[in-house]
């Protein structure tokens, strides 16, 4: 798959995710929460239940820029930052400003909706684009943060040396994904490639290597494979309650799609085709 056919199923498979702006407003509007009347800001503790778009909820935010050692004035680049959630977090509670970039417009749109809302648009701002080319100059962030995104991504060479290239000398990448095993199949690869668009899954060794290529020095790496297949069991339960939600927006056959592909990749966790890792690396050298 070319570069462009691989952004442009990414887009798509984002454009009809579960997970939106609208169905998040649809929450906030059940639940009797107000938002976007004048003079009246949104909490972001009630909004951080339903916009954080990764495994392991605000806990996983902390645990990231703890190892990153991200604090008040801290640059921070959030790479695929979906929805917003987790530069919001960072923002209001690790005094941190953050720049968020994502492929997809209306995660773009979204996200600065949201943080609009919540009052945080100071401190927070967003940026569409494409993580393989990023409109930034060379040092311009002291932390890169990814979350559960980099899946999506084939050239997994050009991402480290992008993440590289904007990270100031000791800057931090802090990351978390999905990882391929000795035990992922061909077939499982090519089913989760067309079904939920991960592209050349990484792997630990294949993340490791590539980071000391580009000059990154891994400082500590933790396998999250267990810890992750609970917490997607209690995903896909927390998809299939949005049922209702979803088949109203994409309708009944896109839902049943999704909910076979997600049940698909939740196994993986535990047949231990798939696992996950959270990387933390220096950079050496400008
Ligand atoms: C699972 S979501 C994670 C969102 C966010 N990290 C969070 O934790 O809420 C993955 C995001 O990666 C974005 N993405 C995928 N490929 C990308 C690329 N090449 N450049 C920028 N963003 C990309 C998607 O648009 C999507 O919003």
Request: glycine fraction near 12%; aromatic fraction near 8%; charged fraction near 25%.
């Amino acid at each position: 798959m070319s570069d462009v056919d691989t952004i442009d199923d990414v887009e798509l498979f984002y454009h009809s995710h579960p997970i939106s702006l609208r169905q998040i407003l649809g929450k906030l509007k059940q639940k009797g929460i107000a938002f976007g009347e004048p003079g009246t800001l949104l909490d972001p503790e009630t909004l951080q239940e339903h916009d954080q778009d990764h495994f392991g909820g605000i806990q996983a935010n902390d645990v990231l820029a703890d190892l990153a050692g991200i604090g008040r004035g801290s640059k921070v680049l959030d790479l695929c930052c979906g929805l917003g959630g987790p530069a919001r977090y960072l923002a209001r509670h690790h005094g941190c400003c953050v720049t968020g970039l994502d492929l997809t417009d209306s995660r773009v749109e979204g996200a600065r909706a949201l943080t609009r809302m919540t009052g945080l648009d100071d401190r927070v701002g967003f940026v569409r684009g494409n993580a393989l080319d990023l409109p930034f100059e060379a040092a311009s962030f002291d932390v890169v943060i990814g979350q559960e995104a980099f899946c999506h991504i084939g050239d997994k060479r050009r991402l480290i040396f992008e993440c590289a290239r904007v990270l100031r000398r000791g800057g931090r990448l802090a990351f978390t994904d999905i990882l391929a095993t000795e035990a992922t199949k061909p077939a499982t690869h090519a089913r989760l490639e067309r079904e939920m668009t991960f592209h050349a899954l990484g792997s630990r060794a294949g993340y490791e290597a590539l980071m000391a290529e580009a000059g990154l020095q891994q400082d500590c790496f933790e396998d999250l494979g267990r810890v992750w297949e609970a917490i997607l069991a209690d995903r896909l339960a927390m998809y299939r309650g949005l049922k209702a939600q979803t088949i109203e927006a994409f309708g009944e056959s896109h839902f049943r799609s999704w909910d076979a592909a997600y049940a698909f990749f939740v196994g993986c966790y535990s047949t231990g085709e798939l696992t996950g890792g959270r990387f933390l690396a220096r950079k050496l050298n400008d």
